[in-house]
């Protein structure tokens, strides 16, 4: 539930500041967060990240859980 992925969320990021662990917070949609963190590490997808994220969403849909 929500209040557990804030507690949980705050939590960690009160660790990592504890703990001088150089982090960064991403937000926004799925594919949002892709293309940040691509540009974050610097790499190039190599495929166009809406068809990569569509394609995870796929594979994910057929595990059978």
Do not use: C
Not at 14 to 29: A, F, N, Q, R, S
């Amino acid at each position: 539930n929500e209040n557990f992925r804030r507690s949980s969320d705050e939590f960690l990021l009160k660790t990592l500041k504890e703990m001088d662990i150089p982090h960064t917070v991403i937000g926004g949609t799925v594919e949002e967060r892709a293309e940040r963190i691509a540009v974050i590490f610097g790499k190039k997808p190599i495929m166009p990240i809406s068809e990569a994220v569509s394609l995870a969403r796929t594979q994910y849909a057929a595990l059978a859980l």
